[in-house]
């Protein structure tokens, strides 16, 4: 792609995340975004197009972080049920993700740099450039790992976006789907299945919480040892 195409390209893509952006802050969503309660009331409010603004959300949950999307996906399991929220969800954050890939392999660091901080970006760049496709697994089945930012990172590498589309599809659904499931039965489900499923769901947030740095220094170190075996 031509200079002036990839600034077109960037200019266009910067432009209307900053319009989606600062809709959803005018209409006052990231003061409700770390309530659940909050949250189903504000997507309500904007019926009959509900379902529209859900799946806007979670589209720009890819790239904009304040936005928690298994959050949103919990309320939207209670509005609209477990299956409608995953299907939205999954659609809008697997779109989103395949367009940040792709607009970080057209565009390159001009287009990383204004969304990944240098930190992140020097800490997961390397072995991303290694070990790509094992390291997006295992990153997307954890939830501590900064998903959506290893997405724009993985633009990068020499992964294809054939290979880049399988492991998002086939890794990025779970949490997804629990967070969904864990919505969506809160309204059809007795307080005794409730519970169980809450605690569960406590002890994963936790357990991430507490060990999710330790593990995350585990893998990054697994995957360099095996690099530094396979290149003697």
Same mark, same amino acid.
Request: charged share 15%; glycine share 8%.
């Given at each position: ?6 600034? +077109? ?33 504000? $997507? ?26 298994? $959050?949103?996906?919990?309320? %939207?399991?209670?509005?609209? %049920? ?21 607009? +970080? ?36 089945l954890f939830p501590f790992f900064p998903d959506d930012m290893l997405c724009i990172l993985a633009g990068l590498t020499e992964l294809s976006f054939r290979h880049f589309a399988a492991i998002v599809l ?14 969506? +039965? ?10 169980? $499923? +809450? ?34």
């Amino acid at each position: 792609m031509k200079k002036y195409q990839k600034i +077109a390209v960037l200019l266009a893509t910067l432009l209307l995340l900053a319009g989606g952006g600062w809709f959803l802050y005018q209409s006052g969503f990231f003061q409700v975004v770390n309530s659940l309660e909050e949250l189903r009331a504000y $997507i309500v409010r904007f019926a009959p197009y509900s379902h529209l603004l859900f799946f806007l959300v979670q589209f720009l949950s890819v790239v904009l972080a304040p936005i928690p999307s298994n $959050i949103t996906a919990a309320a %939207g399991g209670v509005l609209f %049920g477990t299956w409608p929220a995953f299907l939205l969800t999954f659609g809008a954050v697997a779109a989103g993700s395949l367009l940040v890939f792709w607009l +970080a392999r057209v565009l390159g660091r001009d287009f990383t740099d204004k969304f990944v901080s240098q930190t992140l970006s020097e800490k997961y760049q390397n072995i991303l450039r290694a070990k790509a496709p094992v390291f997006l697994v295992l990153a997307f089945l954890f939830p501590f790992f900064p998903d959506d930012m290893l997405c724009i990172l993985a633009g990068l590498t020499e992964l294809s976006f054939r290979h880049f589309a399988a492991i998002v599809l086939l890794t990025r659904p779970w949490g997804l789907l629990f967070a969904s499931a864990l919505g969506g +039965a809160s309204l059809g489900l007795s307080p005794w299945v409730m519970v169980p $499923i +809450a605690l569960l769901g406590l002890v994963i947030f936790l357990f991430g919480l507490k060990y999710g740095d330790r593990l995350e220094k585990t893998i990054l170190h697994r995957l360099k040892e095996r690099k530094s075996g396979e290149t003697e």
